[in-house]
T-cell receptor, first 114, second 115 residues
């Protein structure tokens, strides 16, 4: 069964460092998303990506965040200068279509900023 | 904009007992509703979804949910739980007229099934 894969599963980084979280969406999907879950809090939408551009982003997704689809398979989330409050589980998701189709989630990357 | 409230942060039950996990939402537009499950150290897996039509939807692993528009609820039920159902359950909503699959999640309910 096709699945969304995320690497690494756990990343520890020092405050102020840049970090790139990687995702391989399901191959025939067209819509890509990043969500995050701070420990003990809700899963929160960060950004959606379609047709090689951001289609929507939340207020959390400020200038220190960026997304990219550098090739036909990967979808990355870059955090330019990490802060302690960026520590969270980051989930990548993909879907074939929009709201009435299922979004498939990856297993997440746990980011710890120290 | 939408919001989701999951009224119970933790629900402990005994094996083979019935369970209901509550979810209420608010939205100014028509919605699609979802329940996701997260097993320990795993990603989010779709249990079931309501898009339109019958208000009672059946999902995987014997779960079902009923959409109640007047009460703005989408409670998840299972008549007899197993220990393997121990997991965190998330209710989520998205606007049905939206152009993006932007899910708004509740805080989650930790279901613990005890022997």
């Amino acid at each position: 069964e096709p699945e969304v894969t995320q690497t690494p599963s756990h990343q520890v980084t020092q405050m102020g460092q840049e970090v790139i979280l990687r995702c391989v969406p399901i191959s025939n999907h067209l819509y890509f998303y990043w969500y995050r879950q701070i420990l003990g809090q809700k899963v929160e939408f960060l950004v959606s990506f379609y047709n090689n551009e951001i289609s929507e982003k939340s207020e959390i997704f400020d200038d220190q965040f960026s997304v990219e689809r550098p090739d036909g398979s990967n979808f990355t989330l870059k955090i330019r200068s990490t802060k302690l409050e960026d520590s969270a589980m980051y989930f990548c998701a993909s879907s074939k279509g929009q709201g009435n189709t299922e979004a498939f989630f990856g297993q997440g990357t746990r980011l710890t900023v120290v | 904009a939408q919001s989701v409230t999951q009224l119970d942060s933790q629900v402990p039950v005994f094996e083979e007992a019935p369970v209901e996990l509550r979810c209420n939402y608010s939205s100014s537009v028509s919605v699609y509703l979802f329940w996701y499950v997260q097993y320990p150290n795993q990603g989010l897996q779709l249990l079931l979804k309501y898009l339109s039509g019958s208000t009672l939807v059946k999902g995987i692993n014997g779960f079902e949910a009923e959409f109640n528009k007047s009460q703005t609820s989408f409670h998840l039920r299972k008549p007899s739980v197993h220990i393997s159902d121990t997991a965190e359950y998330f209710c989520a909503v998205t606007g049905s007229g939206g152009s993006n699959y932007k899910l708004t999640f509740g805080k989650g309910t930790l279901l613990t099934v005890n022997p």
